[in-house]
């Protein structure tokens, strides 16, 4: 189904399911919002799915890049859809390809 139709709660309760009695820390608030919870060089890798649109991946890549360390991997999803190619390319113009239109990166 399209991201309107989905049942957000019942995919959230899913997830705290999965992951109860495990080492993690869920921020539910904004991708920008969540950022600024997030220490800068504290992750190995960052996954960016949200926005689609230009400005939304722009933002994204932004916010969400400083937090991965030196030799870590920031990628995403849906390199096929224009918008988030062109961010992507400004941001990192030798990003690779793998399967699935997934991008990725790995930081200097």
């Known amino acids: 189904p399209g991201y309107e139709t989905w ?13 109860a009695g495990k080492d993690v820390r869920t921020l539910r608030m904004s991708s920008h919002n969540a950022a600024q919870h997030v220490d800068d060089g504290s992750l190995d890798f960052v996954f960016i799915d949200g926005d689609h649109s230009y400005a939304g991946v722009k933002q994204d890549i932004a916010d969400w890049a400083p937090k991965v360390r030196g030799g870590g991997l ?35």
Do not use: C, L, M
Request: zero cysteines; aromatic letters at 16%; a positive charge.
């Open 7 to 19: 049942k957000h709660e019942e995919h959230f309760e899913d997830y705290k399911r999965r992951t």
């Open 74 to 108: 920031i990628s995403g999803h849906d390199i096929d859809k224009y918008e988030v190619q062109r961010a992507v390319r400004e941001a990192y113009p030798r990003y690779e390809v793998a399967p699935n239109k997934v991008w990725y990166v790995f930081k200097r």
